[in-house]
């Protein structure tokens, strides 16, 4: 591992990720406001300019997390709904790529995305069956794996894994949950277990370590611009 991005899910989390990647080199950040996050009294109404602020630094990489999450009921799907769209528009105007969360919500993202012009970006903690996958995929999407991939009886993501196009998978850590078998009850997760769920999915495929290490990377460093 050589570099890290970032994720923020808030205004304040995103300032804070802009600020870690201000301090070092190998750090890049992301900013946007996660659907559990969008319905918060503390979002202020010019939260697009704020963001746009961020998104203007040359080391914000990415517009998100933004999407759907219809497991949790912290906003209504309505409002996520909006403030996906407002997101993807944003990283049309900035010719970014977005970091989508989805999770009990495969249909209304998959429609949403499809649907806009010109998304582009990596579907993050990936949890979906491949029927999901394979639009999106045409459509341009990477998807990134979490410790979650290593879970004995998430067969239907270890599916997507196996069958999607190597130049498209990335891994992240998606911390403080979801650390990788068999360290599933540390937390918080740390990035240092992100050669764990490479070797799984090196497993999974027949490939070596070594050649999957080289295609995420080289997939990260041309889809975040790196
Ligand atoms: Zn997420």
């Not at 994720?7 to 870690?20: C, F, H, Q």
């Not at 010019?46 to 997390?65: C, Q, R, T």
Request: hydrophobic share 40%; charged share 25%.
């Amino acid at each position: 591992m050589e570099r890290i991005i970032c994720v923020g899910i808030n205004i304040p989390t995103s300032e804070r990720a802009v600020e870690l990647a201000e301090k070092y080199p190998n750090i890049y950040a992301s900013a946007g406001i996660h659907p559990n996050d969008c319905a918060e009294a503390e979002i202020p109404d010019n939260w697009e300019k704020i963001l746009s602020d961020m998104l203007a630094h040359p080391k914000v990489v990415a517009v998100g997390e933004t999407g759907l999450d219809y497991y949790w009921d912290d906003a209504p799907p309505s409002k996520q709904k909006k403030f996906l769209q407002a997101h993807l528009d944003l990283a049309q105007s900035f010719d970014l790529p977005v970091v989508i969360h989805n999770r009990d919500a495969d249909q209304d993202v998959l429609t949403q995305l499809i649907s806009h012009p010109h998304a582009k970006g990596v579907m993050h903690c990936w949890s979906a069956p491949w029927e999901i996958a394979r639009p999106l995929i045409e459509k341009g999407f990477h998807i990134s794996f979490t410790g979650s991939v290593t879970f004995k009886k998430n067969l239907l993501v270890q599916e997507v894994a196996r069958q999607m196009p190597l130049d498209r998978l990335l891994l992240e850590t998606d911390s403080p949950f979801l650390t990788p078998t068999p360290y599933r009850n540390i937390k918080p997760n740390e990035p240092k277990y992100i050669p764990v769920i490479a070797e799984f999915i090196a497993n999974l495929r027949g490939i070596t370590v070594d050649d999957l290490a080289q295609a995420t990377t080289r997939n990260a460093d041309i889809l975040f611009q790196l």
